[in-house]
């Protein structure tokens, strides 16, 4: 595609429910990243894929996060028992080359909401 | 570990005068150094790599090791420089850590 697409934009979600967000990174890329933004806080990293590696989960907060990403391609971030804690924007990005190194291209995000 | 700060998380000034958003980082090994912006309504963007030595709509950023900073420059601010900026920092680990961010007004 002509960029990273997210998908919901928005969700508004009651406590405890499951949510999952997609991210549908640019072809060819073969890296792809999971970022959290919370209000007037920086972008925490989440989970990173590499090709066929193994995803580099270290910044998932909890066992109610996880990911995956399927054929290389499209992600999946799943968020299970969701808590109002984790009202954010969650951005999904992908970059060229296998790395960071070459900066990456955002989606626009998925605003969570858990009420 | 890697860190990236951002000391101001607000930074004022008036249209015309020159405007640098600072980045200072912490890195064992050998850092790539990047500026993302993000415009209102807009979805965040790479402005500057630093291997890369450009200057993108008259901003630059030098990385200084021996300081290890990067701070972002730009000698005539415009009032459509109003936006977030983050600095970030990427490591051979293949991920990147981004600073708070500065949210930048320029005021006519």
């Known amino acids: 595609g002509a960029g990273v697409s997210q998908s919901p934009s928005n969700k508004v979600t009651e406590k405890g429910k499951d949510v999952e967000l997609r991210c549908d990174p640019i072809?060819?890329?073969?890296?792809l990243y999971w970022y959290r933004q919370s209000l007037g806080q920086g972008l925490e990293f989440l989970i990173y894929?590499?090709?066929?590696?193994?995803?580099?989960k270290s910044g998932l907060p909890s066992d109610r996060f996880s990911a995956e990403r399927t054929g290389g391609s499209v992600s999946t971030l799943t968020i299970q028992r969701t808590q109002q804690e984790d009202s954010a924007v969650y951005l999904c990005?992908?970059?060229?080359?296998?790395?960071?190194?070459?900066?990456?291209?955002f989606g626009s995000g998925t605003r969570l909401t858990v009420v | 570990a890697q860190r990236v700060t951002q000391p101001e998380k607000l930074l004022s000034v008036f249209k015309g005068a020159p405007v640098e958003l600072k980045c200072n980082y912490s890195y064992s090994g050998s850092p790539e150094l990047f500026w993302y912006v993000q415009y209102s309504r807009q979805r965040l963007q790479l402005l500057l790599r630093h291997i890369s030595r450009e200057s993108i709509k008259g901003f630059t950023a030098d990385l200084n090791k021996g300081e290890t900073s990067f701070h972002l420059k730009k000698p005539f601010a415009q009032e459509e420089d109003s936006a977030m900026y983050y600095c970030?920092?990427?490591?051979?680990?293949?991920?990147?850590?981004f600073g708070d961010g500065t949210t930048l007004t320029v005021k006519p």
């Open positions: 970030a920092l990427a490591t051979n680990a293949g991920k990147s850590t």
């Open positions: 894929f590499q090709g066929n590696s193994a995803p580099d």
């Open positions: 990005a992908s970059s060229s080359v296998g790395g960071a190194n070459y900066g990456y291209t």
């Open positions: 072809s060819g890329h073969t890296a």
